[in-house]
């Protein structure tokens, strides 16, 4: 299975000009080939976040919301179903803190080939903590007026209905689950879909940074994710090209829809 792929030229710094990173090479197309029985795509947190006018305190904070309902709308049809009629699996990464998931074959077939879930003891907190912990939420995010509307989100969180689940599709809650999935299936090449591609696709668990220590190649599709944006990125997502950057140059390739796609055919 042949196509393009995107890689930046990370390479050569200019140590005569007066900024070095400015002699690097930049994006560029190279012509890779993947092998079908070792590949497969995640779709990770995506979700079903409710109609537009529910839960405003969500919206308020997280502003990439209506580019992933886009992306499930236009991008996630297509790309799934031909992923489906192909060689490769479809696995899926879940979160949020709801067991929406866990009645599935294909988590129970994830839970047993890791054997369990195994939380991490977290740090014990102090008074300190917590009150740094409150400040960053009121004054930093999500803002302590939209707390409310984002917990009553998460408490009905469920697939979105173009990510959903088919059959027994192989679903993970953490990097344990998913890379047990991959040895089962002799997987070694992750390609991700999803929201955040910055934010959980990167660093949730089963995301890049997790699979990667788990010896995964880690690419992505361009047109499938979006981007964590803030004030001052969010009208060009300048973040979302930054994440595609670093997972050139860090975790594996990314690729474009349409050159996903014809290879699939």
């Not at 070095?20 to 090479?25: K, M, Q, R, T, V």
């Not at 912990?133 to 009553?152: E, F, L, M, Y």
């Not at 809650?173 to 990167?202: D, K, S, T």
């Amino acid at each position: 299975m042949r196509l393009p792929a995107q890689l930046y030229r990370q390479f050569d710094a200019d140590p005569a000009r007066t900024v070095p990173g400015e002699g690097y090479g930049g994006w560029h197309t190279v012509d890779v080939e993947l092998a079908p029985p070792h590949t497969a795509l995640v779709v990770m947190h995506a979700w079903d976040c409710g109609a537009p006018p529910e839960y405003p305190g969500w919206r308020r904070a997280v502003e990439y919301t209506p580019r992933a309902t886009k992306i499930l709308a236009e991008v996630f049809p297509p790309l799934l179903a031909a992923v489906r009629a192909s060689p490769l699996p479809v696995f899926h990464v879940v979160g949020g803190g709801q067991d929406y998931y866990s009645h599935l074959p294909g988590y129970r077939r994830a839970f047993q080939l890791a054997g369990g879930s195994p939380s991490p003891a977290p740090v014990p907190p102090d008074p300190v903590f917590n009150e740094l912990q409150r400040v960053r939420t009121a004054q930093g995010s999500p803002g302590a007026h939209n707390v409310a509307d984002i917990k009553a989100g998460f408490a009905r969180l469920d697939f979105a209905p173009a990510a959903r689940p088919v059959g027994d599709e192989g679903v993970a809650e953490n990097g344990e689950q998913l890379a047990a999935l991959c040895r089962a299936q002799h997987i070694n090449h992750l390609i991700y879909a999803g929201f955040a591609l910055n934010w959980c696709l990167l660093m949730s668990p089963g995301g890049m940074v997790d699979m990667k220590r788990h010896g995964c190649l880690c690419s992505t599709i361009a047109e499938a994710v979006t981007a964590v944006e803030n004030r001052e990125t969010a009208r060009e997502e300048r973040e979302k090209q930054q994440a595609l950057w670093r997972v050139s140059v860090e975790f594996g390739l990314v690729f474009g829809l349409e050159d996903f796609l014809r290879a699939l055919r």
